[in-house]
């Protein structure tokens, strides 16, 4: 089973150009998460979703969106990156929402310059 | 709104020696408390959780960790830690079921 993949693993970006990264799950979990790490300050809620159609903003929002379509999906979207967003993202989802173990997938590494 | 301390940057313990990796939580009720584990390059894998009932859980890998309400913490233990045991350990606490805040983790080191 794949599990929740991420795409790209790793990007270098044009500060001012958008981008979106991919994530996908195949478990049919209600609940999806972005979370970005950074060195120092762990892992940061950036927005999530309890189940398609909804979403909601985490503890860093701003300069991101998302959408969910469906079950499977939930791309995170930077409209015109910035270099404090350079940073490790990180997909999960989870089948109990915040009270169930959250499966992660492989991260996508971000670099704007 | 809720918060967890890690204290404990980096830890660097011997092979075969024990482990306690700290935890505090802030929160006015009992919060759900998980403690995932991070090998380098990868992403997160839970190690066990805390809910309600008995205080002390146990963990994949040998790992247990003991909630004391009065403390306010959630504190990971191993008796006798293994080369593979190096990662980064987060704390997580949450209210509710829309979200988690994870602390700031800790690095583990074994040395031979």
């Known amino acids: 089973t794949a599990g929740i993949t991420q795409a790209p693993t790793s990007q270098i970006l044009a500060a001012g150009r958008s981008m979106t990264l991919r994530c996908t799950q195949d478990?049919?979990?209600?609940?999806m998460y972005w979370y970005r790490q950074d060195l120092g300050l762990g892992l940061r809620l950036i927005h999530y979703?309890?189940?398609?159609?909804?979403?909601g903003k985490g503890e860093v929002p701003d300069g991101y969106s998302v959408s969910r379509a469906n079950t499977d999906d939930f791309p995170l979207t930077l409209a015109s990156a910035v270099p404090s967003q350079t940073s490790v993202y990180f997909c999960?989802?989870?089948?109990?929402?915040?009270?169930?173990?959250?499966?992660f997938g492989p991260g996508t590494r971000l670099t704007v310059l | 709104a809720q918060s967890v301390t890690q204290p404990d940057i980096h830890i660097t313990v011997s092979e075969g020696a024990s482990l306690e990796l700290r935890c505090n939580y802030s929160?006015?009720?009992?919060?759900?408390l998980f403690w995932y584990v991070q090998s380098p390059g990868q992403g997160l894998q839970l190690l066990l959780k805390?809910?309600?009932?008995?205080?002390l859980v146990q963990g994949i890998k040998g790992f247990e960790a003991e909630f004391k309400r009065s403390q306010s913490s959630f504190n990971l233990r191993k008796p006798s830690v293994h080369w593979s045991d190096a990662a980064e350990y987060f704390c997580?606490?949450?209210?509710?079921?829309?979200?988690?805040?994870f602390g700031t983790g800790t690095r583990l080191t074994i040395i031979p």
């Open positions: 805390y809910f309600s009932g008995d205080t």
């Open positions: 997580a606490v949450g209210v509710g079921n829309e979200k988690l805040t």
């Open positions: 478990m049919r979990h209600n609940a």
């Open positions: 929160y006015g009720a009992t919060p759900y």
């Open positions: 999960a989802s989870s089948a109990s929402g915040a009270r169930g173990e959250q499966f």
């Open positions: 979703s309890n189940t398609a159609g909804t979403t």
